[in-house]
């Protein structure tokens, strides 16, 4: 009898909800497609982030630990990269250039790390400068506490905002009972520091007794994107749901986010989570994505380069193994497009500083997204 009413409940919600953003849910597969996908950077297994140096060459890094200096079609490994703590879903994560890199030259970089003498990992964020190819001047910025041998949940994104502050985010580490509702303890949070690592005074856990005060935001489950909006500098985020209810959401100074209160995804054995998608104080996604999408990378097309693209949201889907194009009115999405059908799992999407769009996909390597005349 328990397992009826179980499997009824579940029915309820999820037709509920289906039903509920049953238009913003659909993704259209396009007649046209303004560009041509061609393999630029081959033979990369999972390229978590990438990118470029004002010379023109990458930086990528392999989940695995290998940081990677492409440069006129060549592929030469960067010495003195971080040690990483590998497991699961942790590795070497994200890369980001100082907004002011062509006078200081750092480097800023996600990953999963061993330090803090306990059994475990959990996320980092350092800084670099690149020189011959080896990281110098290595300096660790922030790593979040405490280490676990759980594989899951490290984040990890990096953006820089207008003001020059550094913003990365942490996953709840697969502990969503203690982390992401509790400021005192790391994950599950997005993060803010000055680029040389202090706690800005304005961040809005200052002052707060135990806090880990260099959190913006929190309720968070495992964000692995985060990029700025070029037309109104908000810092905006996706973060991977359970089953159903990834979400996108636009990161604001001190707000709950939800997780795992309230959410629009369930279990992934199909039991519930919570009956609450709402709860006042607590803030609502833009847009949520059921089923779930599984996204990872995030950019905003700025150049005319693909005809009707310019302002449109592009994200990559590492479960259905697409690039979804997401049209935007202001902060609403109004449509989904499905790009690149079947191209594999999406990790990275990035326009570059040519205005060309580059998806970074597992087992294969780096795209340029090439108009079509």
């Known amino acids: 009898m328990k397992n009826s009413v179980r499997l009824?409940?579940?029915f309820v919600v999820t037709f509920h909800l289906s039903c509920a953003q049953d238009s913003e849910n659909q993704v259209d597969t396009p007649s046209e497609i303004p560009f041509n996908a061609e393999l630029l950077i081959d033979e990369l297994q999972i390229?978590?982030?990438?990118?470029?140096?004002?010379?023109?060459?990458?930086?990528?890094?392999?989940?695995s630990g290998e940081l990677i200096?492409?440069?006129?079609?060549?592929?030469?490994?960067?010495?003195?990269?971080?040690?990483?703590?590998a497991r699961g879903q942790g590795g070497l994560l994200d890369l980001e250039l100082h907004p002011d890199y062509d006078n200081n030259g750092w480097i800023y970089i996600t990953y999963s790390s061993s330090e803090g003498g306990e059994k475990g990992g959990n996320t980092a964020l350092m800084r670099a400068r690149l020189r011959d190819n080896?990281?110098?001047?290595?300096?660790?910025?922030?790593?979040?506490?405490?280490?676990?041998t759980k594989g899951q949940h490290f984040g990890s994104r990096i953006e820089f905002d207008n003001e020059g502050y550094v913003y990365f985010s942490v996953g709840d580490r697969g502990n969503r009972d203690v982390n992401p509702q509790d400021v005192t303890k790391d994950g599950g949070k997005i993060y803010r520091l000055m680029d040389d690592g202090k706690i800005p005074e304005d961040n809005p856990f200052v002052g707060t007794d135990g806090a880990k005060t260099a959190?913006?935001?929190?309720?968070?489950?495992?964000?692995?994107?985060?990029?700025?909006n070029p037309e109104t500098g908000a810092i905006w985020n996706h973060e991977h749901g359970p089953r159903g209810g990834d979400e996108l959401n636009i990161v604001k100074k001190g707000a709950n986010f939800g997780w795992p209160v309230i959410?629009?995804?369930?279990?992934?054995?199909?039991?519930?989570?919570?009956?609450?998608?709402?709860?006042e104080g607590m803030e609502q996604p833009i847009h949520y994505w059921l089923p779930s999408i599984a996204p990872s990378g995030m950019a905003f097309v700025t150049s005319d380069n693909y005809l009707g693209y310019k302002g449109n949201l592009l994200v990559g889907s590492l479960a259905f193994q697409y690039l979804e194009r997401l049209v935007l009115d202001g902060n609403k999405v109004v449509k989904r497009e499905k790009l690149m059908a079947?191209?594999?799992?999406?990790?990275?999407?990035?326009?570059?500083p040519d205005g060309l769009i580059y998806v970074a996909v597992e087992g294969k390597g780096i795209y340029k997204l090439v108009p079509k005349a």
Not at 48 to 63: A, C, H, Q, R
Not at 215 to 228: A, E, I, M
Not at 263 to 279: A, C, F, Q, R, W
């Open 134 to 148: 080896s990281l110098i001047d290595n300096e660790l910025l922030y790593k979040a506490v405490p280490n676990t």
């Open 47 to 63: 390229p978590w982030g990438f990118t470029f140096l004002p010379d023109g060459s990458m930086l990528i890094s392999e989940k």
């Open 69 to 85: 200096h492409y440069e006129a079609g060549k592929k030469t490994m960067v010495a003195n990269a971080p040690e990483i703590y």
């Open 263 to 279: 959410t629009y995804g369930i279990n992934y054995s199909g039991t519930p989570i919570t009956d609450k998608t709402e709860m």
């Open 342 to 352: 079947d191209i594999g799992r999406v990790r990275e999407v990035k326009e570059g």
């Open 8 to 10: 009824i409940y579940i």
């Open 215 to 228: 959190v913006f935001s929190y309720g968070h489950r495992n964000p692995q994107g985060l990029v700025k």
